[in-house]
């Protein structure tokens, strides 16, 4: 949307080597403490969770002693990422500090966002004042951050580009024309044409291997292994593909279509439309707007992040219209 309005964006995502390993259990509790709030049994059942833990190496026969575990939060439990977002509230504390900077973590993924017009350069000398106190920060909190998994995307038109870059600075280092943000390839013009073409291959790489072994599955069987490898890609995240070119559309749609023809076993110059009506499946255009009007009705309702909500507006027409009472919401 700001890109819309003629200004640029600096996207900076940071990561953090061995995170989840580092994280201190008494400073753990300090911050569940004084930070959250928490107090009394609740605080005493966190401490036991954490504490009272050991490792140890076990190398083919061989296991050494048992050492006790005073840092990092037990991985893939529903805890550890909450556990360690707490951990990183002083960080959060101080990417909220800069107003003009946007923040999202994500468990062990930070980022940080500005946009900009092309002649106000000087704002990314506070991009780079706020990175400066997340170093410090981590140091303090024995995090460090990963600077070879550290990228950064600048959104801005090809004339403005270098003047951006070289106004970056340090995190200069680090631009990429397209990053991987949480499974989707981001590019600076945010075509998404990466991402169709990664998509598109790892669904038909998928669809060759389900298809080899549709002789020795049950139709439930084959729909179960169809939804689980190639229709969850084709839906994640699928509420970015709202402005795709017809092109990536239909791109999507041929994946679609040929594991429809997979599933019941038709032949690929069947017409595809009464398979998809026979199969209940939406279309890939029909899917993404099912996403965005959920999105919206979650985000209405106070079931979604503030940061969605914040984005719409009631729509209110120019000119007294019968649709002026229909509840319509516009984005701002």
């Avoid at 969605?308 to 729509?315: E, G, T």
């Amino acid at each position: 949307m700001d890109n819309d309005a003629g200004k640029c964006s600096v996207l900076l995502m940071l990561d953090l080597t061995s995170a989840f390993d580092t994280a201190d259990h008494h400073i753990l509790i300090e911050r569940l403490k004084k930070w959250v709030g928490v107090s009394g049994t609740a605080l005493e059942w966190f401490s036991s969770y954490l504490h009272h833990r050991s490792f140890s190496v076990a190398v083919s026969d061989f296991r050494s002693s048992s050492t006790s575990l005073t840092y990092g939060v037990p991985q893939g439990s529903v805890l550890g990422p909450l556990l360690f977002l707490i951990y990183l509230l002083p960080l959060q504390h101080i990417m909220g500090s800069f107003e003009d900077i946007s923040y999202h973590c994500y468990a062990d993924d930070i980022q940080l966002y500005i946009s900009f017009m092309p002649e106000d350069l000087s704002k990314l000398q506070r991009l780079n004042d706020c990175l400066d106190l997340i170093k410090r920060r981590t140091a303090a909190n024995f995090l460090q951050l990963n600077e070879g998994k550290t990228k950064v995307l600048v959104c801005a038109p090809d004339r403005f580009l270098s003047q951006i870059v070289k106004a970056l600075g340090p995190p200069s280092l680090y631009v990429k024309s397209s990053v991987r943000n949480l499974g989707v390839t981001f590019d600076s013009s945010f075509t998404l044409d990466g991402h169709v073409k990664s998509l598109v291959r790892s669904c038909f790489y998928h669809s060759r291997n389900v298809a080899r072994l549709s002789p020795n599955l049950s139709r439930s069987e084959l729909e179960i292994a169809i939804h689980a490898f190639i229709s969850s890609r084709l839906d994640y995240c699928n509420s970015l593909f709202m402005c795709l070119s017809k092109g990536s559309l239909d791109r999507l749609q041929v994946v679609q279509n040929a594991a429809a023809r997979l599933l019941t076993k038709s032949s690929k110059y069947s017409h595809v439309t009464p398979l998809l009506s026979q199969l209940h499946w939406l279309p890939v255009k029909f899917r993404v707007d099912f996403k965005i009007l959920v999105l919206t009705y979650r985000a209405v309702h106070g079931l979604a992040p503030a940061y969605i909500f914040d984005l719409l507006q009631p729509y209110v027409p120019s000119r007294s219209l019968r649709s002026s009472d229909l509840g319509l919401l516009a984005i701002k």
